[in-house]
């Protein structure tokens, strides 16, 4: 039995196929109302890349997010071809579960070359070592004392070590005024093996994890009590340059605007010499709970 979170993530990855262009994935049985959204994204894009030549890796994708998932319930990934052309390659996958669609997503994948030129904004700030902060568990642990069981039960299947470059706000007065950004430092907590798809869609799934932290900071403390309902409408990735996600990476994350019950956040991925490596973008919805 698989006991490792990054191993798990990785049998998580590892989808059956069924059928030409048709595959399930698993999705555990776990006290969530909805399945993980980055659980679907990064099955969906295992299954995008199952049907291309090997020597092109991702380098965008575009995805919404239809309906929620229930946890325990296999889910298929059915996968049409678009185009297989000289340099891209075009997937657009769509996930059911129990017959109806609750997922889609379009994948283009690139055959590498030289570029003409090449440029790239510098990070945002100057942030601490990873190795040099605490991790989310040591941070709610000196706050409360404790884990609670819920959070101890996901601190012992997280796959991704994460650390807030910021110390976590626990008060609303703490969260007054804040800006609507956020930086983690997030790895597999183990190795991950050498595939480049595998490491790619881990991502994805960890890209899922915090972005919308950038929209709640000015709102509420991000671990306590949530007083809005929070769900996922789309997501959208740009693969810039090659990377292994049980690596140190930065993800940088802001949110320029929130209305209308929708926040919009961006999150920019830096490897630890400052290379930027994903952009990513993604709008959430929020609900008051009870209204």
């Not at 319930?73 to 059911?96: H, K, L, M």
């Not at 379009?106 to 991790?135: N, W």
């Not at 595998?198 to 950038?214: G, K, P, R």
Request: hydrophobic share 40%.
């Amino acid at each position: 039995m698989t006991t490792n979170p990054a191993e798990r993530l990785v049998d998580l990855l590892d989808l059956e196929q069924i059928e030409v262009n048709i595959f399930r994935g698993r999705s555990p049985q776990e006290s969530l109302q909805r399945v993980f959204g980055g659980q679907v994204a990064g099955q969906a894009l295992v299954a995008a890349g199952r049907t291309t030549e090997g020597d092109r890796p991702v380098h965008s994708l575009h995805a919404y997010f239809l309906r929620p998932g229930r946890p325990g319930v296999p889910i298929v990934y059915q996968v049409e071809r678009v185009r297989d052309g000289r340099s891209f390659t075009t997937r657009r996958v769509t996930a059911v579960q129990q017959g109806r669609t609750i997922f889609n997503l379009t994948a283009s994948f690139h055959r590498p070359e030289e570029g003409s030129f090449e440029h790239q904004l510098p990070p945002a700030r100057k942030v601490p070592d990873p190795e040099s902060l605490p991790t989310v568990t040591q941070e709610i642990t000196e706050h409360l004392g404790a884990l609670p069981e819920q959070l101890e039960r996901m601190a012992r299947r997280q796959p991704f070590d994460i650390r807030y470059v910021d110390r976590l706000r626990w008060t609303p007065e703490e969260v007054e005024n804040a800006e609507p950004r956020s930086a983690v430092w997030m790895r597999a907590v183990g190795s991950l093996g050498d595939d480049p798809l595998v490491h790619t869609c881990a991502l994805t799934y960890a890209s899922d994890m915090t972005l919308l932290d950038a929209v709640r900071i000015p709102v509420e403390p991000l671990w306590g009590p949530r007083g809005f309902d929070m769900a996922s409408l789309d997501h959208a990735m740009w693969f810039h340059r090659p990377f292994r996600a049980d690596e140190w990476f930065l993800y940088d994350q802001e949110s320029p605007i929130a209305v209308g019950g929708r926040g919009l956040a961006r999150g920019r991925i830096y490897d630890l010499e400052g290379r930027l490596l994903v952009s990513v973008v993604q709008e959430g919805l929020f609900r008051k709970l009870g209204a």
